[in-house]
């Protein structure tokens, strides 16, 4: 008999992308997202079947190429991104 080395898991992951790719392009946390993301198709409003925190006013969550992006209505820009684990991660729990 073998004995293997018992691993824990905690429950607690993170979920935080600070640079991702999207589309060929390397984005990051402060970048401007591209147009297409602000058109309603794009607009993520089921975003607690998702896990995904709550957005604030003038934001709302996005989806670029494997990574949840909340985006700011004003300026276009990638406030906090997600990686789309934290939809799987909470499916096998």
Do not use: Q
């Amino acid at each position: 008999m073998i004995a293997l080395p018992c691993i824990a898991f905690a429950n607690d992951y993170n979920f935080d992308e600070h640079t991702f790719r999207s589309n060929y392009h390397e984005y990051s946390i402060g970048d401007k997202a591209p147009d297409i993301n602000f058109t309603k198709d794009y607009n993520i409003t089921s975003w607690r079947i998702r896990h995904l925190p709550a957005p604030k006013p003038g934001t709302f969550w996005s989806y670029m190429d494997g990574t949840y992006v909340l985006l700011r209505n004003s300026d276009h820009k990638i406030i906090d991104a997600k990686s789309s684990d934290i939809f799987y991660r909470h499916m096998k729990d």
